[in-house]
DNA sequence: TGATTTTTTTAGATAAGTCTAAATTTATTA
DNA sequence: TAATAAATTTAGACTTATCTAAAAAAATCA
């Protein structure tokens, strides 16, 4: 078994990864976990010897395919608990995530199954990211950065690429969650901000910056 | 913040304080830890400086107020988990009280007052021990074990005084389960057996030692 | 009571994970 | 390409929790 430390080791570069896409800096880790680079370059060591990346001294580091399988179940349970979180004991969106980082760690896979069964085996976590199934198969969805909409276009918001409480607080608060429809009204020239029309006739304003962390669906 | 080690400590002081009355010992310690008795007394002297419980070298412990707190809120989180995983996941009694182990350690209080409400607020955890309500309150019925009872006396099993799984599952093969009603239709002179009529006219015979072990009101 | 056994504590090691400071390697840029 | 800057690794130290072996205290009993 993998320690918690491990486990988040493993899932930073993960999610690290498929942003990035190529290999993973030692920098990057340490500001993901909050921690420091000589740090990291001991887990790097230790997650080298047991096979769960690859890893070459100032080369950077990629999971090895069983690295990955850990990685994506540590998200499936994550993402299943946020899940859980918010159907059946109503916390907010911005709420979950913190929780489900103590959630992800707890081991039975046997009670992770139980517990997808329980919720009806659930697609998308509160923010609209893709919950891997038992066997780490997980779906990728196109999804476009309302940023990249043309005016007089319309979305349905599917996903954040930001999980920041103080961000998803903001957008509650604007009526912009998932599966909400919006329609690009107009796109300011000075500074690009972004007025959206809601389907409730509801007019809102926001920046740039906020416009390319929504995620939508055309 | 307690580490998980220190819960276990002062979750293992509880339960060993209910059932012995007075101070604890090193020795029962290690063994209900399954930990060796040099690894306690460090552990007791870090929990004395955080005045999580009353230590004496050689004098044994006991919790104080707040170490007590500290305990029955695991307790209290560890049975609401094992309601949870029984009730809505339909584990078995005999497979809830590991998981459990692990699931106590999760830090929200917030998280186990909205379980608390989503499960309604249960009185009793699968093996009929009380949870301890939000307060620390914890009810503490009258019961007694089988072996207690005369011939042709009736009962409610309402709890076990032992929780291996293997006993456990014993009993449930038995169909010795919480709530069941047995009538003592006899007890073996020679060894003491216990022949339980139940309630849908199946007879079944169980040792002194399986009759000590089973909790009734009467 | 005095000797023996049991219990508990101390001493000294080990392993995991973290840190700071210094050294090394790689990348940048003049 | 040589100097400088940035990224990464190493060295050495610290904390937590654990262990074995030895010492000390308490309990038992002849
Ligand atoms: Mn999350
Ligand atoms: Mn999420
Ligand atoms: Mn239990
Ligand atoms: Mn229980």
Redesign the interface.
Known sequence: MNSFTEENYLKSIYHLSVTDDESVSTNSIAAALNTKAASVTDMLKKLADKKLINYAKYQGVSLTDEGRAVAINIVRKHRLWEFF?ME????KWDEVHE?AE??EH???AE?ID??DR?LEYPKYDPHGDPIPDRNGCIKTDELKPISVLPINSRGTIMGVREHAPAFLQYLAKLQLTIGIQVHVADIIDYDQSVILKLNNKNSVTISREVAKNILVTI
Request: charged share 20%.
């Open positions: 979180l059946k004991l109503h916390f929780l103590e959630l707890i081991s039975s009670l139980r517990l329980f």
